[in-house]
């Protein structure tokens, strides 16, 4: 059992006007004091959310403030908001990692935060990092403690609490829902520890292209972001000669952080022609069937910082676009993999991406669909918009029963022939306004290639042009 309270430095002068231990991690360091300094979770942390008020105390003296189950990517602040919970409202503090911790150290915490409660009037704040790690039956002996608010537990897990956490255990919770940190407040993590007297206190010049990959290497995490800057950091005091004396700010460039965290910068511009040029060559590699190619250019992508959720889009597109009938059951993969990747994100999405890449690359490819709805769409801006044909009209409106209009549902209309009648399901009419009906017996809008499934669905193609135009 640990017990912490980070910010109860402060106060202690043998730790510098600066009220941070230097020789701590720099994410630590510039964890952040009050609600006023955490970075994104706009929504979980707005005014009168539950996370706010039981950060800020402001809960009713007659039920008393709820335990959370705090859910969230690494580095989004979930430890800080338990830290938060703790010291805002002047509660006591004990940590403790699922990962080491069992039923007997539970047991101490709740007994302890009983006495603190009975002796002094203390409300005791436990906070239990990766709770996903504990078994049911370690879960089970939080609730007594909950249940009777002798604890107020926050519990912090990356995994989805649905399946993770008992039952009884969220019916007795708040559940609060974190979001990874955009690039824009990464950046903003970034310029704070450059400056703050708790972090680099100005000491160091970051140079833009520096800055640039440090936030799309953190991905949406702020203490990847922080750790980061720390190591390249040190690799730019390196750099100072020695005995040439320290320069008022050290320069930091982006060499600096390639060498720290072993990861050269891709050269990508998410706005700009490489974003455009990537896109495009991943999509083309994937038509092409060069199947380590669109590996490379998804990898680019990914490394440099890419949403996963464009990148998917992409792939759902060229499923259709490019393999088509070739190989229907590439669409289904790709729908598959947005919303997968939607709920999972990194770094696990790069997965679920490669094998709807792998899919879509190797598939046989059509373009016969793509280019069948092009060309409809093209006769009817042409202006080849005839009216429908009579016994094809609707009869689902007023006026429809004053002339003689067709139904739908295999109703007997006089020019209508229900194609369920007929043998083989195929009714010889009309379908088309007369001007294309004439015009594509001699071409056709969908043209099924000979490659893959749709081979398959040559022979059947040409019957029913032979059975509905009366030409093949």
Known sequence: MVSIDL??????????????????????????????????????????????????????AVTGPMSAIIWGPPGTGKTTLAHLVA?????????????????????????????ARSLYGRQTVLFLDEIHRFSKAQQDALLPGVENREVVLVAATTENPSFSVIAPLLSRSILVTLESLTREEVGEVIDAALQDERGLAGGYELEAGARDHLVAIAGGDARRALTSLEAAAGVADGDVAFGAGVPEAVPLTLAHVEQAVARAAVR???????????????????????????????????????????????????????????????????????????????????????QAVVHNALAPKSNAAYTGINEAIADVRK?????????????????????AAGASGGAKVEGYVYAHDQPEGVAEQQYLPDDLHAELAERSYYRPTDRGFEARLQERWTWLRKRLRGQG
Do not use: C, W
């Open 7 to 60: 910010f109860a430095s402060s106060d202690d002068p043998s730790e510098g006007s600066t009220g941070a231990d230097l020789n701590a991690p720099l994410a630590v360091r510039m964890r952040p004091r009050t609600l006023d300094d955490v970075r994104g979770q706009r929504e979980v942390l707005g005014p009168g959310s539950p996370l706010r008020r039981l950060v800020e105390g402001s809960v009713s």
């Open 87 to 115: 010291t805002a409202a002047d509660r006591d503090f004990v940590q403790l990692s699922a990962v080491t911790a069992g039923v007997k150290d539970v047991r101490a915490v709740l007994e302890g935060a009983a006495r």
């Open 268 to 354: 990508y511009d998410r706005t700009g022609d490489q974003h455009y040029d990537v896109a495009s060559a991943f999509i083309k590699s994937m038509r092409g069937s060069d199947v380590d190619a669109a590996l490379h250019y998804l990898a680019r992508q990914l490394e440099a910082g890419e949403d996963p959720r464009f990148i998917a889009r992409r792939v759902v597109i060229s499923a259709s676009e490019d393999v088509g009938l070739g190989d229907p059951t590439a669409l289904q993969t790709a729908v598959a993999a947005m919303h997968a990747v939607a709920q999972i994100g990194m770094p696990e999405a790069r997965i679920i991406l490669a």
């Open 383 to 403: 202006g080849k918009v005839q009216a429908v044909p009579p016994h094809l009209r609707g009869s689902g409106y007023t006026q429809a029963a004053n002339r």
